[in-house]
């Protein structure tokens, strides 16, 4: 070690060469971005100016799309940036402040996520119930717990990562700055690091899916004794939820299952855009598309605010 040169910055992934591609990488990050940011911010309006949405499940949405919105935000606006410049340089202070922000985001969603299945279950199996499970107090608590845990988690994976040694190649195999990318960068040994993101990651992202599945069964088993016009609105509710569901669980086991760094430089950022871009990207289309309440409300809040020119 004593011959080694320790890394003080990092480089990220580099975009395929050429002005058109970078222009064309440019324009589908800032278009996905800004499409991301006003359709999140549409229904952050909305179930915050219509009083008819001041419910639990509006409460989480609202929740969910001011987290998407700071997700989005700590990767693609720098990615933006390097896809025309190039400068794929970023500090070690730099990329563990990234780090440290992905994860609890990531974190803090999959709980999002999870507290949304189990208020559906409570609101469709256990109707009479729900006020009382479903108070402001218990929302307000739930959300301060997945953001506090989330705070716990990050900060050990990042201080325990930075503890390493990095004096190998400073070349990240991401347009972000990813936990196990950097792992494989480490001339430490990183067996207690790989073992504790793995397990950590396992208990979770596994914990997390289990619950909503749970959720789900019980919900679509209590939906067969409904009659069919109240299954329908049953579905309304529960059907845009899944489709997060999947589409984020899906996106984050296709990235951390990908190998290690044999990946070429297009299927790197096409996986790494689909983690980090797509979950946000969709999550407003999904519920505003699907969910009357929602397209209701912005009606509502259009005349509104008409009115009052």
Avoid at 58 to 69: A, E, Q, T, V
Avoid at 141 to 165: D, E, K, P, Q
Avoid at 300 to 306: A, I, P
Wanted: hydrophobic fraction near 45%; glycine fraction near 4%; charged fraction near 10%.
């Amino acid at each position: 070690m004593a011959n080694s040169t320790r890394v003080t910055e990092f480089l990220l992934l580099s975009f395929p060469d050429g002005w058109n591609m970078r222009v064309l990488y440019f324009t589908l990050f800032t278009v996905t971005y800004l499409g991301t940011m006003l359709g999140n911010m549409l229904i952050i309006t909305v179930t915050t100016a219509d009083q008819n949405l001041h419910t639990p499940m509006y409460f989480f949405l609202r929740n969910l799309s001011i987290l998407d919105m700071c997700y989005i935000s700590i990767t693609v606006p720098n990615a933006c940036v390097n896809s025309l410049t190039g400068n794929r340089t970023i500090s070690v202070g730099g990329f563990a402040t990234q780090i440290f922000l992905v994860i609890i985001c990531a974190y803090v969603e999959m709980l999002f996520l999870s507290i949304m299945a189990w208020d559906r279950y409570v609101a469709i199996c256990q109707p009479l119930q729900y006020p009382i499970i479903m108070n402001p107090q218990f929302c307000v608590h739930m959300t301060l717990a997945s953001l506090l845990s989330g705070l716990a988690y990050a900060g050990v994976h990042t201080g325990i990562t930075f503890r390493l040694s990095f004096c190998q190649s400073n070349v990240v195999q991401q347009f972000f700055c990813d936990l196990p990318s950097l792992l494989r960068l480490s001339c430490s040994d990183t067996t207690s690091n790989m073992v504790l993101l793995i397990v950590s990651a396992v208990v979770v992202s596994g914990g997390c899916f289990t619950f909503i599945t749970m959720s789900y069964i019980r919900i679509f088993s209590a939906m067969l004794t409904f009659p069919t016009r109240e299954t329908g609105k049953a579905f309304s509710t529960c059907i845009p939820h899944i489709l997060v569901v999947s589409i984020f669980f899906i996106s984050v086991t296709g990235v951390y299952l990908r190998p290690s760094a044999t990946s070429d430089t297009l299927q790197s950022i096409i996986l790494s855009s689909f983690y980090t871009m797509v979950p946000p990207f969709l999550n407003p289309l999904i519920y505003s598309l699907r969910n009357k309440q929602v397209k209701e409300a912005v009606r509502r809040v259009k005349q509104m605010f008409s009115g009052k020119r």
